[in-house]
């Protein structure tokens, strides 16, 4: 009965683990960004919000939390104090960030405010777009304003969503992977970023570990 019982509480745990849940939250207000990782050659400031501390060049910043991103909803918070002539800012999702990788943003450029979904490839020496962004043009924003990015990714598409407009892109498959955010070209700040995400397989492992050991030791001082 015990052994049963043991056996029961571990299926269901993992069960539950590795259905989505909005396990990855940071609103970054302790001044650190825990668990986020520059691309290498950037430096990001983390006070209330991430901050991108040279303007003028466009970066990525990835997290590498051990959790990894299979679908469901990413969203984050974001301001400007400034907007240049062109300038981008948004969320990256799936891939390994060295061969492939996903990406969901807003950006402005001579035609004005845009937001779209793509897919990138790396060729050995720079990204390459696959298939082309799905984008609209939306209202021109507000300098210093906060808004909301929320981004949707199912089996078949990804939708991205700010205030009252949304674009959509179909996708092959979830494209899991890692997860992150990007600013380029101005100063930008993120704030109360969140993921839905499950433990990497490493993760489970150790929790499983972790489980086992504190239910044996319950069953052992119950004797």
């Known amino acids: 009965m015990k052994r049963s019982l043991f056996v029961m509480v571990i299926f269901t745990a993992f069960a539950l683990l590795s259905s989505n849940a909005p396990a990855l939250l940071e609103n970054f207000d302790d001044g650190v960004a825990d668990g986020w990782t520059p691309e290498s050659g950037t430096t990001w400031i983390a006070e209330d919000g991430i901050y991108k ?30 907007y240049a002539a062109e300038s981008g800012i948004g969320i990256l999702f799936g ?5 492939s990788m996903f990406a969901a943003g807003l ?8 937001i779209g979904v793509n897919e990138y490839s790396w060729d050995g020496s720079r990204w390459q777009n696959v298939g082309g962004w799905n984008n609209q043009g939306i209202a021109a924003l507000s300098a210093g304003t906060q808004y909301a990015l929320s981004l949707d990714v199912s089996s078949s598409a990804a939708t991205l969503t700010l205030g009252s ?22 100063w930008g700040e ?21 489980l086992a050991g504190i239910i044996g030791f319950a069953f052992k001082t119950k004797k």
């Open 53 to 82: 501390n040279n303007a003028g060049e466009g970066y990525w910043q990835k997290s590498t939390v051990g959790w990894d991103f299979q679908g469901g909803n990413i969203s984050v918070d974001f301001s400007k104090g400034y």
């Open 95 to 99: 891939g390994d960030y060295t061969s």
């Open 107 to 114: 950006w402005k450029d001579t035609s004005g405010w845009i």
């Open 165 to 186: 407009d949304s674009v959509s892109k179909s996708l092959s498959g979830i494209p899991s992977g890692n997860i992150g955010l990007y600013n380029s070209v101005s």
């Open 190 to 210: 993120f704030d109360n970023f969140s993921a839905d995400v499950v433990p990497e397989p490493a993760s489970f492992v150790l929790l499983g570990i972790g």
